[in-house]
């Protein structure tokens, strides 16, 4: 049987689950609780004590019929109705109501049913008009006869008082449940807070609590991130002493062919130094980014107004679309410059004009790059945000001097913010589109 259908109704935060969890087993016994009381106890001693009244109904219908007279039969009446607490009225008005009880007085259903299976002279029984006074007429030998006794006499009169108890006291050791899985799953939320400020590039304090197994993980969390900190670091220092090394023998390269005479080949050499000095920067930039700044609050707004100028500056046909309501958000300016101009300047470089829009939502904020070049097709994106991939077939490459990493390094921006970068096709310039997704 597929229960996929119920997945859209469950609660979908950890709380939610757990708090649906603690409380149907509770519910769910409360109710069956309910039910066999009901079912069971409450309306078997209801029928037990329904049917000594008929007894006493029986017994005094006998004596009103044996009697000679009314006068007689009246006497009889008197010299009963106060031994078998009962209120007789005879002879009555005739009643031509049928059986009348209130729709939820269950107990009500097997009084009358129970009365009327041992007294065949029962007319009709009313439990509507007074719910504290059961109210019944029967035909006797002298006329209608009216009978009004206490409801106490056929039904407990406390039953609610056991389905209250129960339910308040399901209902406090639900609260104290709760209140006690709320702290054992505040370690867990506090975890999974860590590891999503991670994920965006922030490192907040965190403290293993909990459970064993929750401290397990919390643990694992801790040495995980350390690990790929120390990672970083390492990589830093290594790319470092990687740009000390490689610059050294280029600054001598370049010395020597200053001092050669000018001709074909000393400019050829002079182009594949400066290529190699190119490679080198672009190569130290992709994988020295995360080593830039720290996430701050900053205003998108001013950030991508900032970059769209000076791409203007440089003699770029862009245009950006207005930005509307508050766009602070916790981010890396610097890296989001760096991907920013890395988009744009790849949306100048292979065609001539381009658009830049930023989205802001409740979580998120995108901002879309489009140009009118040549874009990239459907089945070759995925290759294109791989580190020093050349789409030959997707850019014109006569058309920049790029070595593939423009892409790689905002890709690689986005998803140390907790983002992503997704390309797409311009609907409206035709060319290539670039969505990048930061978190707010």
């Given at each position: 049987m597929n229960f996929d259908w119920l997945k859209r109704y469950m609660p979908r935060?950890?709380?939610?689950?757990?708090?649906?969890?603690?409380?149907?087993?509770?519910?769910?016994?409360?109710?069956?609780?309910?039910?066999?009381?009901?079912?069971?106890?409450?309306?078997?001693?209801?029928?037990?004590?329904?049917?000594?009244?008929a007894l006493e109904l029986a017994f005094l219908l006998e004596e009103v019929n044996t009697a000679q007279s009314l006068i007689e039969a009246t006497a009889r009446?008197?010299?009963?109705?106060d031994p078998l607490l009962l209120k007789v009225e005879l002879p009555a008005e005739r009643s031509i109501n049928p059986d009348m009880r209130r729709f939820y007085d269950l107990s009500g259903r097997i009084v009358i049913q129970t009365v009327r299976s041992r007294v065949e002279a029962i007319s009709s029984i009313d439990?509507?008009?007074?719910?504290?006074?059961?109210?019944l007429w029967m035909q006797t030998d002298h006329g209608e006869m009216f009978v009004s006794l206490s409801r106490r006499r056929v039904s407990a009169s406390n039953p609610h008082q056991f389905l209250v108890l129960m339910v308040f006291v399901?209902?406090?050791m639900s609260l104290v449940a709760f209140l006690f899985l709320r702290n054992q799953l505040r370690p867990i939320r506090r975890l999974s807070r860590a590891a999503e400020a991670f994920g965006k590039g922030r490192v907040v304090p965190y403290k293993a609590t909990g459970a064993i197994e929750v401290r397990s993980a919390g643990n694992a969390f801790l040495d995980m991130r350390a690990r790929i900190e120390r990672q970083i670091e390492q990589r830093t220092m290594m790319l470092s002493g990687v740009s000390h090394d490689l610059r050294t023998p280029l600054t001598r390269l370049k010395l020597g062919l200053t001092m050669l005479d000018k001709g074909d080949d000393t400019t050829a050499l002079s182009r594949d130094v400066e290529d190699m000095e190119r490679l080198l920067e672009e190569f130290l930039s992709f994988a020295r980014g995360d080593a830039l700044d720290d996430p701050v609050e900053t205003d998108l707004a001013d950030l991508v107004g900032s970059v769209v100028e000076n791409a203007i500056r440089s003699g770029g046909n862009i245009e950006l679309e207005n930005i509307s309501g508050e766009s602070t958000v916790m981010l890396r300016p610097m890296?989001?410059?760096?991907?920013?101009?890395?988009?744009?300047?790849?949306?100048?470089?292979y065609g001539t004009n381009a658009r830049v829009s930023v989205k802001l939502?409740?979580?998120?904020?995108?901002?879309?790059?489009?140009d009118d070049g040549p874009g990239i097709a459907p089945d070759l994106r995925k290759d294109a945000l791989k580190p020093f991939v050349r789409l030959d077939m997707a850019r014109n490459q006569d058309s920049g001097t790029g070595v593939g990493l423009g892409l790689s390094i905002a890709n690689d921006i986005a998803r140390r913010h907790g983002g992503s970068l997704r390309l797409d096709e311009s609907k409206s310039l035709g060319g290539l589109k670039?969505?990048?997704?930061?978190p707010r």
């Open positions: 935060g950890l709380y939610g689950r757990a708090a649906l969890i603690l409380l149907v087993p509770i519910i769910s016994l409360q109710v069956v609780v309910s039910v066999v009381f009901i079912q069971r106890h409450f309306e078997d001693v209801t029928r037990q004590m329904t049917q000594s009244l009446i008197a010299r009963l109705s439990l509507k008009s007074d719910s504290r006074r059961v109210r399901g209902a406090v890296a989001v410059t760096r991907a920013l101009e890395n988009l744009i300047g790849n949306a100048l470089r939502v409740d979580r998120a904020v995108s901002i879309s790059i489009e670039v969505v990048l997704i930061l």
